[in-house]
């Protein structure tokens, strides 16, 4: 399939995980995909795998200024985008009584403040037909301990959903978002746990998933891509679970 011939997508959090594997599906349909990270090394490392058709610009997604230079970038290798996957950031983890002001507010900027800055930067070079897709989370639909900040940081960009696709459905820009269960990505080497804790912490989860295994990144860029894609072309406002059923499943 070639559904994005000719189509440019700017994807921050596109090195690793979720966001690297929609720019390699996007890609291998015909697209060029501009990915973001916070490194030159992180991103390099990206472009190498990801082949010609990608751009990277390292941006970090909770620093405003970068946020604010985000446009200029982009302009430097188009003038039009189709598609925004807000996808880039990360969990920490911790007891209420634990979280401190630097955690919080470091959540709420990479989680919240980068989703809501990046697509408002990008609105001007997006025309009628494009799409923008926000990365929720199944922490807002099931509570789980250590998760109170995330949680809440994930639910903003929920309601993100709704408010885009609200003000943006008189330019017909669909704005729509995924939400991912448990998913084999890097996520956990941000939280501070060392690898054997993140392997306990994965035994232990793997029970609790009705399919009994860990999502693969390509089954969420298989979601974003059908969200950006003329086959959604009468989805707007959405939210949908790519999470083998957790969050409904008992
Ligand atoms: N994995 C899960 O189970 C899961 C479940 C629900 C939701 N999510 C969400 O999915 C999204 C993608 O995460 P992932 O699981 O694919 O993790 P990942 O493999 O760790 O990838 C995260 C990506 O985001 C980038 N990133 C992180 N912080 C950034 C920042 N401040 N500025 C710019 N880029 C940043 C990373 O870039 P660098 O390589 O340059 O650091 C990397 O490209 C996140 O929003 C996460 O909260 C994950």
């Known amino acids: 399939m070639q559904r994005f011939k000719n189509k440019f997508a700017l994807i921050t959090g596109g090195t690793n995980g979720m966001g690297f594997a929609t720019a390699q599906q996007f890609i291998n349909e015909g697209g060029t995909a501009i990915i973001t990270g916070r490194s030159k090394e992180t991103v390099n490392n990206a472009l190498k795998k990801l082949g010609g058709k990608a751009v990277g610009i390292v941006s970090n997604a909770g620093d405003f200024k970068d946020l604010m230079n985000l446009q200029s970038e982009v302009r430097k290798h188009t003038q039009t985008i189709d598609m ?26 990479v989680l919240v403040k980068g989703p809501f800055f990046t697509v408002q930067q990008m609105l001007s070079l997006m025309k009628e037909g494009s799409s923008v897709i926000f990365n929720t989370s199944v922490a807002t639909e099931i509570a789980m301990p250590n998760f109170s900040i995330y949680s ?3 639910s903003a960009v929920q309601s993100f959903i709704k408010n885009f696709a609200t003000e943006l459905t008189e330019r017909r820009i669909r704005v729509n978002g995924i939400s991912p269960g448990h998913i084999k990505t890097n996520i956990f080497n941000n939280t501070g746990l060392n690898s054997e804790q993140i392997d306990e912490a994965v035994k232990n989860i793997i029970p609790t998933i009705p399919f009994k295994r860990l999502g693969e990144p390509s089954e969420i860029a298989n979601a974003v891509l059908f969200l950006a894609s003329e086959e959604a072309s009468y989805i707007h406002g959405a939210e949908i679970k790519v999470d083998a059923g957790i969050s409904v499943v008992r």
């Open 84 to 109: 925004v996957f807000a996808n880039a950031g990360y969990g920490k983890f911790a007891p209420i009584e634990y979280v401190d002001e630097n955690q919080f507010d470091e959540l709420f900027n």
């Open 152 to 154: 809440a940081a994930k």
